[in-house]
């Protein structure tokens, strides 16, 4: 079971409009969590990165949310653009000294339309 | 600065051929990682480095291979492609270790298709 989950799987809104898209997860002990951006046949790009202590960052019209007690985070992007068009992908990163353990989710593809 | 570069683009290999992945990044990063991305998945892991001359094993290590001879490259090699390899690859790089909130710069992926 991945464990990290996000929804929804994909989402359409009109141009100008705002939506929040929702990530889950279970791993522990937690040490970060990122949201990046992935536009079509492109490599991700990082939106934002959030440890413990941080509950909202925001870069330009993205804000991030976490909840750490509850394990939740949400990205809401305002006033959406065409160009905001592409997957959003959730990744929690474990705090661990074993080695790598980045757990990514399998992303919200969004559609802006005109 | 042209961050993360990938060769080649676009790949069709028949079974059993062999092939390897270039990735290369100009930013003088310790840290370098391959993925892998499939439709309706995550990405995952293959294998990453965390420093010259050192590699490892991430979480779907099998059928592939790396080398990282020098700091900027990392190559990822398919000894005897299977179908099962076809996807999407992903190389990246960072300057620290991302547990530590060091961002993660990706390159722009190859497409591979094995017959």
């Known amino acids: 079971k991945n464990q990290v989950e996000q929804s929804p799987q994909s989402l359409i809104i009109l141009e100008g409009k705002n939506c929040t898209l929702q990530?889950?997860?279970?791993?522990?002990?937690?040490?970060?969590l990122r949201w990046y951006k992935q536009d079509t046949g492109r490599g991700p790009v990082s939106l934002t990165i959030?440890?413990?202590?941080?509950n909202t960052k925001s870069n330009g019209r993205y804000t991030a949310t976490l909840d750490a007690d509850t394990k939740q985070s949400s990205l809401h992007i305002t006033a959406s653009q065409l160009s905001d068009s592409a997957s959003y992908i959730c990744?929690?990163?474990?705090?661990?000294?074993?080695?790598?353990?980045?757990?990514f989710g399998k992303g919200t593809s969004l559609l802006v339309t005109p | 600065n042209a961050g993360v570069t990938q060769t080649p683009k676009f790949r069709v290999l028949k079974t059993g051929q062999s092939m390897t992945l270039l990735c290369a990044q100009d930013m003088n990063h310790e840290y370098m990682y391959w993925y892998r991305q499939d439709p309706g998945m995550g990405l995952r892991l293959i294998h990453y480095?965390?420093?010259?001359?050192?590699?490892a094993k991430g979480e779907v290590p099998d059928g592939y291979n790396v080398s990282r001879l020098k700091k900027q490259n990392f190559l990822l090699g398919l000894e005897s492609a299977a179908p099962s390899q076809t996807s999407v690859y992903f190389c990246a790089s960072s300057d620290g270790h991302p547990g530590h909130s060091y961002e993660q710069y990706f390159g722009p992926g190859t497409r591979l298709t094995v017959t």
């Open positions: 959030m440890t413990f202590s941080e």
């Open positions: 990744v929690v990163r474990v705090n661990s000294n074993s080695g790598y353990a980045l757990n």
């Open positions: 480095s965390v420093g010259e001359g050192t590699t």
């Open positions: 990530c889950n997860y279970t791993v522990s002990p937690f040490s970060n």
